[in-house]
Every structure is written in structure tokens, then in C-alpha cells.
């Protein structure tokens, strides 16, 4: 089984709020439908962007149907199932699975900072109990706990586990990965500023944040790298990286909120423990897209 129908870019999306943050799912489904007009070849729903954290299992459920509804027919949807909880990871895969998605991401537990082979029987368990593609997410600046090359290895041969988002930041250890899963698994960059020197190394795609906003740009990219085009995919990579860097001058998704509406999108804001991007930071976006020629319209 292999992740095919996800494409190379997948956009982790956020989740609209409206004043009183709850849920936006109308306008969860007008973002949904933009990403599928502007380049995102799948889209996650309830993933770390998404606010995982601060949502319950009722709304990742509701914002995935309502996402389906909009664009399951253009775009593959994933969904973000996994927690530090080995058994809540599984319940979550397997509603993501009763309503339709077309695979999930699971990060690694995180605060627990279980050992190699804690991971490992936690991907295998979640894994076990679903026929879905799963797509594993190693991201040890958040969860505490690096995945090594060896214990992916073991990951990939199980059957159903077809991808790995990489965002350790170490181009190094993303070869190192790609090595370790041959054919069995797919390579995804977790950094949009690491997507091209991951690629370099054989990384297939991105689960981007970027492409909320350059989602056109970021697949020319990466088609151009695909075709031998490389001097396009540099000129491309060198033009967005502003862009790549401002969207993580504080914590995701923060900046990409605030990018939104510079575009005219509103998602609303943020739930603590996270806050508002300050004047200064949503400055800052609006410069880093316009150094990366992205239309600001406010």
C-alpha cells in the first residue's frame, strides 16, 4: 500500500475560529476549498496547525466531515489522530476511518519521551488497528523524543505504514531516513525551508504550512525539482524563504493565522495556551511576503 493519491503537497491546515473560538466550520470549508484551487495535493485536518492539542475528539471529528464534504472528491484528507496517549491514538484512527479519510498522520508521544521501542509498539498498535495508510510524524522539537533512522526501518515494514513527515531539521538525518525505508515508505519534509535540500536527498514532498499562502508557488517548486528543472527549483526555494522563515518567527500557527488575513482570510485567532501574533510579529509577516512576492491585500 502506498500513500499515491496524496501527491507531494500536502497542506496541514488550520483551524478557523470565530470570536468566541469555537469552530469556524464554514470557513474551515472556504480554506479548504482555496487549498485545493491553489496547488495543496491533499490536506491534513487536525494536525499540530490544526491546534490538535486544544481540540476535542467532536470537533477534529465535525471539521474532518465537514472537509470531506467540501473537497474529499478533489484532494485527498488525512487526518491528525495521534497523542501521547497510545490507546486515544487508536480511537481517534479508527473514527478518522468511519467517516472517510484517506489516511492519518500520527506524531510521536510526546512528554512521555518513551524509548526507541515505546515508538516502535506505539505505531505498530496504532497501526494494527486500521486499514488505513499512516503517515508517522517525528518533530522532537515539540515532542521531546528524536525517531532514529533504525527504529523507522522497522516502522516501514509494517504493511500499512507508508510515510514518514520528517521534521527533525537535520537534512543529514532525513538522507539518513530515506536510506533507512528504501521503497517500503515515502519521505515527507516537515520544514518548508528544508523541502528542496530534503528533496535533493530523496524526500518525496512537504506537509506544508507555507501553502496556505504560496501554495501555487511551492508545487511549481517542487515540479520543477521533479522534472530536472533545477536551477528553477533553487530560484524558487532562494525567492520563498523569507516567506519559509517568517511564517516560524513564533510558534506555528500563529504567523500563518495572521498571513491568512493579510490575504484576506480570516481563521480568527488562536486558543491558549497559544496568542495573538503581536503588531510587530503580523509586520514582520506581511514584509517576509512581500520580500517573497506573495500578494498581501491588507
Known amino acids: 500500500m502506498r500513500p499515491s493519491e496524496w501527491g507531494r503537497v500536502v497542506t496541514a491546515m488550520v483551524t478557523p475560529f470565530d470570536a468566541r473560538l469555537s469552530v469556524d466550520y464554514g470557513q474551515a470549508v472556504r480554506l479548504a476549498r482555496r487549498l485545493a484551487d491553489s496547488g495543496s495535493d491533499a490536506i491534513l485536518v487536525g494536525g499540530t496547525t490544526g491546534e490538535s492539542p486544544t481540540l476535542t475528539d467532536n470537533e477534529k471529528v465535525r471539521l474532518l466531515e465537514a472537509v470531506l464534504d467540501a473537497v474529499g472528491d478533489r484532494v485527498a484528507v488525512l487526518a491528525g489522530t495521534g497523542s501521547n496517549s497510545t490507546a486515544a491514538s487508536v480511537a481517534m484512527t479508527r473514527k478518522a476511518e468511519a467517516v472517510g479519510a484517506a489516511g492519518i498522520m500520527a506524531v510521536a508521544p510526546y512528554y512521555n519521551k518513551p524509548p526507541q521501542a515505546g515508538i516502535i509498539e506505539h505505531f505498530r498498535a496504532i497501526a494494527a488497528k486500521t486499514r488505513l495508510p499512516v503517515m508517522v510524524y517525528n518533530i522532537p522539537g515539540r515532542t521531546g523524543v528524536n525517531m532514529t533512522p533504525q527504529t523507522m526501518a522497522v516502522l516501514s515494514e509494517v504493511e500499512n505504514i507508508v510515510a514518514l513527515k520528517e521534521a527533525a531539521g537535520s537534512v543529514d538525518q532525513a538522507a539518513e531516513m530515506v536510506r533507512a525505508v528504501g521503497d517500503r515508505a515515502r519521505v515527507y519534509s516537515g520544514d518548508d525551508s528544508l523541502t528542496l535540500p530534503m528533496m535533493a536527498v530523496g524526500a518525496y514532498g512537504v506537509v506544508s504550512v507555507a501553502s496556505h499562502v504560496a501554495g501555487p508557488e511551492i508545487a511549481e517548486m517542487i515540479g520543477a525539482f521533479v522534472r530536472g528543472e533545477t536551477a528553477r527549483a533553487v530560484e524558487l526555494h532562494q525567492r520563498l524563504l523569507p516567506l519559509f522563515k517568517g511564517l516560524f518567527l513564533t510558534t506555528n500557527p500563529i504567523p500563518v493565522?495572521?498571513?491568512?488575513?493579510?490575504?484576506?482570510?480570516?481563521?480568527?485567532?488562536?486558543?491558549?495556551?497559544?496568542?495573538?501574533?503581536?503588531?510587530?510579529?503580523?509586520?514582520?509577516?506581511?514584509?517576509?511576503?512581500v520580500e517573497a512576492g506573495i500578494e498581501v491585500r491588507r
Open 257 to 289: 493565522k495572521a498571513a491568512l488575513r493579510l490575504q484576506g482570510l480570516d481563521a480568527g485567532g488562536v486558543r491558549l495556551p497559544l496568542v495573538e501574533a503581536t503588531a510587530a510579529e503580523v509586520e514582520a509577516v506581511r514584509r517576509a511576503m
